[in-house]
Nanobody, 126 residues
């Protein structure tokens, strides 16, 4: 079992920045990869970014590439999402997620993840 708790969301103006955090517990954090997803009102949940267990490999959705950075600190059991140059269309609830099984998946398919946090709201005003 893995428990995930996100924090760091809020209201920011377009062009601003936010850093989201996701604290994990319940399993050796350094043994599994992680992902960030988001869901805007009336839309399906979409992949944002993923990171391997070591942090040595990352993947991003095209919509955030070059603006967002995913990272992790295995000593702190935390994964981060640094979001720069925010746009109104980035407004959503952001979720972190962890895979089960081998714990190696960090791709864009939501069904590859079994553990989800409660989400944190990010609102970008124009």
């Amino acid at each position: 079992q893995v428990q995930l708790v996100e924090s760091g969301g809020g209201l920011v103006q377009a062009g601003g920045s936010l850093r989201l955090s996701c604290a994990a517990s319940g399993r050796t954090f350094s043994s599994y990869s992680m992902g960030w997803f988001r869901q805007a009102p009336g839309k399906e949940r979409e992949f944002v970014a993923g990171i391997s267990w070591s942090g040595g490999s990352t993947v991003y959705a095209d919509s955030v590439k070059g603006r967002f950075t995913i990272s992790r600190d295995n000593a702190k059991n935390t994964v981060y999402l640094q979001m720069n140059s925010l746009k109104p269309e980035d407004t959503a609830i952001y979720y972190c997620a962890a895979p089960s099984g081998s714990g190696t998946y960090y791709g864009p398919e939501a069904h590859g993840y079994d553990y989800w946090g409660q989400g944190t709201q990010v609102t970008v005003s124009s």
